[in-house]
């Protein structure tokens, strides 16, 4: 094996990543056929679309070995997948991984950060612990069957698809981060909304008041070749403001995305939350969803940071 390098990723990268990081999932979690893991879902392009800057390859030879990245949502870092071709399974390449993305928090001046990983794996907690980061919360992904026909109940609610707003998207992308600094300090979203329309990955739901205010929003993939897979819409964010409506309208937000699925004939929800955010969970569940599988969260500096009680949030750091 020669010389590992670490260089940004560019276009050409794209397909020769995303092959790993099914390649790397398949075999970790013992798939009959690894290559064919999650063969409708990808992870490179949308990750990359979002932010090239942050996006990273491991190269042995010549030849792509590994891919890490790195996602700005403001004051908050997250990272991964970090993935590594298992032929190069402990020689080194995750670590070389880790350190570029590292350095993107340092310069973007993070106050968090954080990813999810195997909740059954020492080896993976280990390789994170070298780079300051500590397990705290388990994370359930569960997800829904959608009925056709879902629409938002009746309520003080409505809500909009915010590609269809051209005239308003900069008055709803500051109150996206409105709502999000509610959560956390500078906690901010605007990449992620943006990256999800120029990609058309899907679609970000616009909660609104009676008074026409944004009073939250889900960022969703959508179908094959997205974060999501086929016939599945994914909340890869979803959040509403912190007051003391927030219960309520977490279920409103949730019937919206049941309804923006309905509409796209999507016939499965599905995303995360930190067990930390133990209302979110609660109200997931009283919404029929189940856990499809755990992971656990990984924080720097090892506090709880927006995974608490009264924060209504759904996003699993994957």
Known sequence: MGDIVIRHMNEEDLQEADRIVRLAFGTFMGHQNPQDYRSDSRYARPRYGADPSASFVAESDGKIIGSNFGLHWGSVGIFGPLTVHPEYWNKGAGSKLMKPVMKCFEEWKVTHSGAMTFANSPKHINLYRKFGYHPRFLIP?????????????????????????????????????????????????????????????????????????????????????????????????GAVKTNSYSQSNFMSLLEACEGLAAEKGLSVLTGGTSAGRYNTYMSMLKQNFSIDFLGVSLHQPNNDAYNVADRYVMDDWR
Not at 149 to 159: C, I, K, Q, V, Y
Not at 163 to 186: F, H, M, W
Not at 206 to 227: R, Y
């Open 141 to 237: 992904v569960m997800s829904k069957k959608i009925e056709s026909g879902t629409a938002l109940s009746d309520s003080r609610f409505a809500w909009a698809a915010y590609s269809e707003c051209r005239e308003s998207q900069d008055k709803y992308l500051d109150g996206c981060s409105q709502v999000a600094n509610t959560i956390y300090p500078g906690l901010d979203l605007e990449l992620e909304i943006k990256a999800v329309e120029k990609m058309n990955l899907g679609e970000t739901v616009i909660l609104f008041d009676e008074n026409k205010e944004v009073s939250g929003f889900a960022i969703c993939h959508c179908g094959i070749n997205t974060e999501a897979g086929i016939d599945r819409c994914y909340v890869k964010f």
